[in-house]
């Protein structure tokens, strides 16, 4: 078995050897080659019989003896015969023939396949073949189809490719020696296509791969003669991209591309295109080495097809696949007829289609543009009349048939394109259905009804982020207002993510990604993200598609944490301090943020419409404060809310409100004024006194009043106390020369501090001080009283004025009026026609004076007259 | 879009270069920021009461206990805190996973701004260990990984106000 083996080895290697010694490999041709298998016993050389390839050029096979082996049958195809022992294998192309040598075929020895085929009718058969190394430069690539694809249509093909590199050309021929050649299995088909590919380090570019094909179809076997090739020079590169085309300022037809990513050496490109008007189809075939191609005026109603493939700028290499075509179509007329007219061109006369029912055309370049506002944008126009090419200086622009451009936004570009530029652009105001601005390109007052349309969309865009108090959701806003958009339109934001902060510029990111976004009843968009990353910067903007293009609003970025809405303080209670009297309102600050938080109070009476007074939190590290408030005895509302000390964010809500319970927070203020009514015989010394007072208002009383106390205190008996309780009128018996008496107001704290008091003296009783005393009314509701003190030295506390309507059985009514005063407006209802009495008593820190005491108001015109004196 | 590449490099310069003027001071303090706010989303869940220190759960040696507090190797246990707090069935847990993956980056360019050699490459924990005590015990495996991330953390801001060795 060992020896069988050793043999087997042996004889590859001897194979092989005799293969490169005898029968320089093929060199790879990046235009495609033959492979020819006829039948042994045909000596026709196959080159002399394929037209234009000449039998001499056999010598660039290197020399060797051409294995003329006769082929081709009459009718052209490359099929003949085989011989039912052997067929032979030949490369040839275009530029030589390669056979091998026949070596010892006579002592039975086989260089190339010998067939025992059952198809034996033994039809020789030709691969068309090309090898190139792909773009990417990591695979080596061997293709054949052949070119009668019938004979294999009811066979399985299969091919292998064997191979081997060898580190320098002149070692090629001894590389089968260094080491046995390796297989692959290719892809084959019924048709008798077959591909293989053969893996090349990057760093055996530059290497030779030698290597033969063997195929087994149609039942029989195939094996090519050896080939050489440098996968360097043959890389068949990616055909060009994205193969544009636009009309220039000059108004000539720029075709650009870009080139493949992958090409590892500078390339050349060959650029196909054509001009087809109804009347004439003209095309050009040029090569550059830069990607674009500037070619020659574009004419209106001319469609213009290209189309770019690429090979390596210096040295070998092999042509890429052309790119996909692209048709570019100029405007132009409308339904052309079959008339035509010549238009002249500036570099030559060309024929376009022109209607001669039309006989003026405009072509507009961009036809259509659409754009932001505030952006500068420029159109072009070329004018025809009649069956000339207007001349550009006679141009003048217009935007939507009303109103004529000013001369300073056109000028003349070349003879015959004029551009019109417009500045600052505002936003479309939609028309109808029109949302665009038609612009016009008119000779004096005659224009064509073609127009360009300018779109502008308002893109400034604001949008506002929110981060919820709970720090998991950011709640982005922006508006959808609808004067912005354009019929057709749609608006979607677009944001990125970086893990820590924003930049100092926002700036589209190419790695981006849209948001869904939902419109709500505010007319604004709404996304959520959720959960956020607290300190990433979200850079987002909002990309506005329409049908002409795309435009992105200016990008914004923000980071959560610092536009966060915290939540509401908790629990925030109020009250009125005891004794104090302040307003003190206590919250607990909100879970999150953690960071410093300021906070600021707003409070106000309850009610339906609370005016409130705010407050703000000077200490930051207190979760109280106290305000002094006028009312201490009505309920107080206060709400709490906070946002963060370093104001990055926003306030929170006012939490729910807290409201104060009205209680005594102090003594009454002072006890409650207070009158009396003086019963019985005046002549006699001991009388009935009725003490009458107000209930104290809840100002006074802070807040209430539980009872009244009345204090007397006279020379015999002392000081005692008598409790009202909560009457408001106590009677006592006046028994004494003096008789002093005090009434105090008691809430829960305690007793009235500053309290009114009242002397009853039989001697003061008898002052009169009162010189004279008048009254006046106004109206109804006011009588004025004044009055004239003697003159003399006496120390009045205060006046007590009494009224009383004389007609009515009403109680007496009665104020305390400072001891300052001269006269004094009562308001009350008076009845003009009925009779008043009015008293005024002086009241002395002894005792209470002799009173002066007018009647008023008699029945006749009692406005006017002044009321008499009495007493 | 075709000069993805280079616009992608041209931008990560820029915002490199932005971040490295980031004060440390700032980022310090958004660190303690962060780390009370994890300390505080982690209280907040409803069945989390934390671990006495002398109480032992066994079964749980993958996650962290006591952690050297120099900047790589809180980086690295902070990946790991992140790797299973992904795993886990609590409530806020992609919430607190991105909070741990800001408090990473954060730690790296302290780190950075400090001169340590950490490394380029976040570090991206695998837990073979955690599917078993997932699966056999959820309960236990949420209230211990948690205590010792809210422990860890708290140990984190006080070495904060101190200093942070590489």
Known sequence: ?871 | MRCGPLCQFLWLWLYLSYIQAVPIQKLQGDAEILIMTIISRINIISHMQPVPLKHKVSGFDFIPLHTDLSLSKIEETLAVYQQIIINLSSQNKMQISNDLDNLRDLIRMIASSKGCPLPYNRSSATLQNLRGPLRDSVFSTEVVALSRLQRFLKEMLLQLDVSLMC
């Open chain 1, 1 to 871: 078995m060992a020896c069988w083996t050793f043999c087997v080895a042996l004889l590859h290697c001897e194979f092989l050897y005799v293969m490169a010694a005898f029968n320089p490999a093929y060199p790879v041709t990046p235009w495609g080659f033959t492979l020819s298998c006829l039948p042994a016993n045909k000596t026709e050389d196959p080159a002399s019989s394929v037209p234009g390839v000449s039998s001499n050029a056999s010598s660039l096979s290197g020399g060797t003896e051409a294995a003329a082996e006769g082929r081709l049958n009459s009718s052209g195809f490359h099929v003949a015969h085989l011989s039912p022992a052997a067929s032979h294998c030949c490369f040839w192309s275009e530029q030589g023939t390669s056979c091998p040598v026949r070596v010892g075929v006579a002592e039975g020895e086989t260089l190339v396949s010998t067939v025992e085929s059952p198809v034996s009718q033994q039809l020789g058969v030709d691969w068309n073949l090309q090898c190139w190394m792909q773009g990417d430069l990591k695979l080596f690539i061997c293709s054949g189809e052949p070119l009668l694809k019938s004979l294999f249509q009811n066979y399985d093909l299969q091919a292998q490719l064997f191979h081997v590199l060898a580190e320098a050309a002149e070692d090629a021929h001894l590389a089968p020696q260094k080491g046995g050649f390796e297989s692959v299995q290719c892809n084959g088909s019924r048709e008798g296509r077959w591909e293989c590919r053969v893996p090349v380090p990057t760093a055996k570019l530059n290497s030779t791969l030698l290597m033969y094909v063997k195929i087994t179809a149609a039942g029989g076997t195939f094996q090519s003669p050896l080939m050489s090739a440098r996968p360097i020079n043959v890389v068949k590169p990616d055909p060009p991209l994205d193969l544009h085309m636009e009309i220039t300022e000059d108004g000539n037809l720029n075709i650009s591309w870009y080139s493949p990513t992958l090409a590892p050496f500078p390339l050349q490109y060959q650029v196909k295109y054509s001009e087809n008007s109804s009347t004439v189809l003209r095309e050009v075939d040029e090569t550059v080495s830069a990607p674009a191609l500037l070619a020659d005026s574009v004419l209106p109603g001319c469609s213009y097809e290209a189309r770019v493939r690429s090979r390596r700028l210096d040295g070998p290499g092999v042509w890429s696949d052309w790119s996909a075509p692209r048709v570019f179509t100029t405007q132009g007329i409308q339904n052309p007829t079959q008339s035509l007219v010549w238009v002249v061109h500036m570099q030559s006369l060309k024929l376009c289609k022109a209607a001669t029912e039309q006989r003026k055309y405009v072509m507009y370049f961009p036809p259509k543009i659409l754009t932001s506002a505030g952006s500068n944008v420029s159109f072009h126009c070329v004018y025809k009349n009649e069956t000339m090419i207007v001349s550009s200086e006679e141009i003048v622009w217009w935007v939507n048939l009303a109103e004529e451009i000013p001369p300073s936004q056109y000028y003349a570009v070349s003879d015959r394109v004029s551009k019109v530029t417009f500045l600052d652009v505002k936003a479309t105001k939609p028309r109808g259905v029109f949302t665009y601005d038609a612009v016009y390109c008119c000779q004096g007052h005659h224009c064509h009804h073609r127009y360009a349309e300018l779109y502008v969309i308002d893109v400034n865009i604001n949008i506002s982020c929110e981060t919820d108090g709970h720090l998991t959701k950011m709640t982005c806003r922006w508006s959808a207002d609808p004067a912005r958009s354009l019929v057709g339109s749609s608006w979607q934001l677009w944001y990125h993510r970086s893990s820590l902060y924003c930049s100092d510029r926002a700036s589209l990111h190419p790695i981006s990604e849209p948001k869904d976004c939902y419109l709500q009843q505010d007319g604004f968009y709404e996304c959520i993200f959720q959960p956020i990353f607290l300190l990433s910067g979200y850079t987002m903007w909002i990309r506005v598609n329409h049908s002409l293009g795309s435009l992105d609003s200016p990008p914004t970025c923000i980071v959560p944490e610092s536009v966060v809405k915290p939540l509401p303080p908790a629990n925030v209670k109020a009250e009125i301090t005891a004794n104090i009297g302040l307003l003190k309102i206590s919250w607990e600050k909100p879970i999150f943020p953690e960071n410093k938080l300021q906070f600021q109070i707003r409070y106000g009476l309850r009610g339906q419409e609370t005016q409130w007074k705010t407050h703000e939190v000077a200490d930051i590290k207190t979760r109280s404060a106290s305000v002094p408030v006028r009312d201490l005895c009505v309920v107080h509302a206060v709400q709490v809310r906070c946002r963060r000390l370093d104001a990055l964010g926003y306030w929170s809500d006012w939490s729910s409100a807290a409201y104060t319970a009205v209680t005594d927070v102090k003594v009454p203020a002072r006890g409650p004024e207070f009158w009396r009514r003086v019963n019985g015989d005046a002549t006699k010394r001991e009388r009935n006194v009725t003490l009458l007072w107000r209930p104290l208002m809840k100002s006074d009383s802070l807040c209430s009043v539980r009872r009244y106390v009345v204090k007397h205190q006279t020379a015999r008996d002392g000081t005692w106390s008598e409790d009202a309780g909560d009457r408001t009128q106590l009677t006592f018996l006046w028994a004494e020369p003096a008789h002093t008496v005090t009434v105090l107001a008691i809430n829960s704290i305690g007793a009235s501090l500053a309290n009114f008091n009242l002397t009853f003296s039989w001697p003061v009783s008898e002052v009169n001080v009162v010189q004279s005393l008048g009254a006046y009314p106004l109206n109804s509701s006011c009588v004025i009283l004044s009055w004239i003190l003697s003159p003399g030295d006496y120390s009045l506390m205060h006046f007590i004025i009494e009224w009383k309507n004389l007609d009515e059985d009403d109680e007496i009514k009665w104020l305390r009026i400072p001891s300052s005063v001269k006269k004094y407006y009562i308001h009350d209802y008076f009845i003009p026609i009925e009779k008043y009495q009015f008293s005024l008593y002086p009241i002395f820190s002894e005792g209470v004076g002799k009173p002066k005491t007018i009647n008023g108001f008699t029945k006749a015109r009692p406005c006017y007259k002044r009321a008499s004196t009495s007493g």
